[in-house]
């Protein structure tokens, strides 16, 4: 089992940038990749990044390409976001999670992190 802490969220206006972090403990050698999402009220949580944690290959969503860098510290089994020229509909709980394969399911969720930014 994998137990995933996020931080970093907070307020910001429109342009601002911030740096969301998510601490991995317990079972992380089986981790393949691990991925960012968010979630407003009322909407299906949406992928946002995600990164392999061997090889350091990203994905993101178009939403954020160009806008938000995603990377990971194996030493410190930390994966980042680093969000920039954020924009209020970045606005959202953001989650990180792990797979264990390229065709697992993302699982041991964290508890998120609120990004808030005002316009």
């Known amino acids: 089992q994998v137990q995933l802490v996020e931080s970093g969220g907070g307020l910001v206006q429109a342009g601002g940038s911030l740096r969301l972090s998510c601490a991995a403990s317990?079972?992380?050698?089986?981790?393949?990749?691990m991925g960012w999402f968010r979630q407003v009220p009322g909407k299906e949580r949406e992928f946002v990044s995600s990164?392999?944690?061997?090889?350091?290959?990203?994905s993101y969503a178009d939403s954020v390409k160009g806008r938000f860098t995603t990377s990971v510290d194996n030493a410190k089994k930390t994966v980042y976001l680093q969000m920039n020229s954020l924009k209020p509909e970045d606005t959202a709980v953001y989650y990180c999670?792990?797979?264990?394969?390229?065709?697992?399911?993302?699982?041991?969720w964290g508890q998120g992190t609120q990004v808030t930014v005002s316009s």
């Open positions: 999670a792990v797979r264990n394969s390229a065709l697992s399911s993302w699982g041991s």
């Open positions: 317990g079972r992380t050698f089986s981790t393949y990749s």
């Open positions: 990164i392999r944690t061997s090889s350091g290959s990203t």
